[in-house]
């Protein structure tokens, strides 16, 4: 039995290294994950960078999208998860206390009393491994665990919560549903994923917006679902509420969705491509730069505003539904796989730093080489 574990951890903004920890303990009430796959999203780019969360946060394993084998379970722990040695499980980030009112009337991301989150609970607290950038990761009594279907290719399961965060964004915010117009305002990922989502919910008409860099990612856009794709910037690019207006016969439409990194022109262009009464859901993260928001078109326009936080326990279980359906070919969006020794590398070819522009969708996998 492996006595010591590998993991990476981020000592701090734009700084990763790899160490060793002790083989996490386990009792009757928490379980021990060999890692098989960790997604990589446009927060941990963010994370890495120091952009998001506390400035003063000590050293942590990364990785909020975890998914592996169950290795060693506790007899109650597999009885109130309903998995056993051997199955695979995705892991959600939020750790409830499962107790207060906020767990229990369904509001558990809202915990107020969470001390510990999969990616982002520093290494001193005990066992350390709590992030998905490790052989294996602790899962703790409170954790949060889905079942995925063991026959699934590895870099396809690992995309439950970019597919989740489509299902959440554009059906269960947005309200998404048979014949309904939608706007994607980004390229990545979970805008992708949130044409799928639309797509699968019987959404009409989607449109994805994005650069000319994102020329690629556009075109699997459209493989996957998209009906319209608008170039936003360069010699050939649109007003994206003109365009909006154009492909709709100005009708604009039911749903906005932003899912930009740092980016704050597209909030206004989410609100002025809905129609009367119409709902923009907010998602992409923007390192709290100011943005002077026009809330008379809150007003004179009837809209729906809605936040995005994160990825929720129904989502995630409606996205592993529809990977385990083999509904679409999801294998279009994963690009790029890495070891557990090229973290950093990972991270950079996600956020486009490296010469290799193509990617889309990310997975750091501990035994590849």
């Known amino acids: 039995m492996t006595t010591m574990v590998r993991a990476a951890v981020q000592t701090g903004p734009g700084k990763i290294e790899m160490r060793e920890f002790a083989r996490p303990k386990t009792g009757a009430d928490d379980a021990l994950l060999r890692v098989e796959a960790n997604g990589i999203c446009g927060s941990d780019i963010e994370i890495f960078r120091g952009h ?163 020329a690629h990612k556009l075109e699997v856009a459209r493989e996957l679902g998209a009906d319209h794709t608008v170039v936003v910037d360069g010699d050939d690019g649109r007003d994206i509420v003109d365009a909006v207006t154009e492909i709709t016969d100005g009708r604009m439409v039911d749903v906005a969705l932003d899912v930009t990194p740092m980016a704050t022109g597209p909030v206004t262009d989410a609100l002025q491509s809905v129609r009367f009464g119409g709902t923009v859901v907010l998602a992409g993260l923007k390192g709290h730069r100011p943005h002077p928001i026009d809330t008379d078109l809150f007003v004179n326009r009837a809209l729906t505003v809605k936040g995005a936080f994160g990825v929720d326990s129904d989502a995630n279980r409606q996205a592993i539904a529809l990977i385990e359906s083999g509904r679409f070919p999801l294998e279009k969006l994963h690009t790029h796989t890495f070891g557990l020794d090229e973290v950093e590398l990972a991270i950079q070819t996600l956020a486009g730093e490296t010469d290799d522009r193509s990617a889309i969708h990310v997975s750091v996998h501990p035994d590849a080489r």
């Open 52 to 214: 998001v969360g506390k400035a003063d946060r000590g050293p942590f394993v990364p990785g909020h999208e975890p998914m592996g084998i169950i290795e060693e379970i506790g007899d109650r722990a597999a009885e109130r998860w309903g998995v056993q040695v051997g199955d695979r499980v995705a892991l959600e980030v939020v750790v409830p206390c499962r107790a207060c009112e906020d767990c229990l009337t369904g509001r558990y991301q809202a915990c107020p009393f969470r001390k510990y989150g999969h990616g982002v609970t520093g290494i001193e607290v005990a066992p350390s491994l709590w992030g998905g950038f490790a052989e294996y990761m602790y899962v703790s009594p409170n954790s949060v665990v889905h079942k995925i279907d063991k026959n699934l290719p590895v870099e396809i399961a690992a995309m439950y919560n970019p597919l989740g965060a489509g299902v959440r964004w554009a059906v269960g915010l947005g309200g998404v549903g048979l014949g309904d117009t939608l706007l994607v305002l980004g390229a990545g990922q979970r805008g992708i994923a949130a044409v799928i989502a639309a797509k699968a919910a019987g959404a009409g008409t989607v449109i994805v917006t994005g650069l000319e860099s994102d």
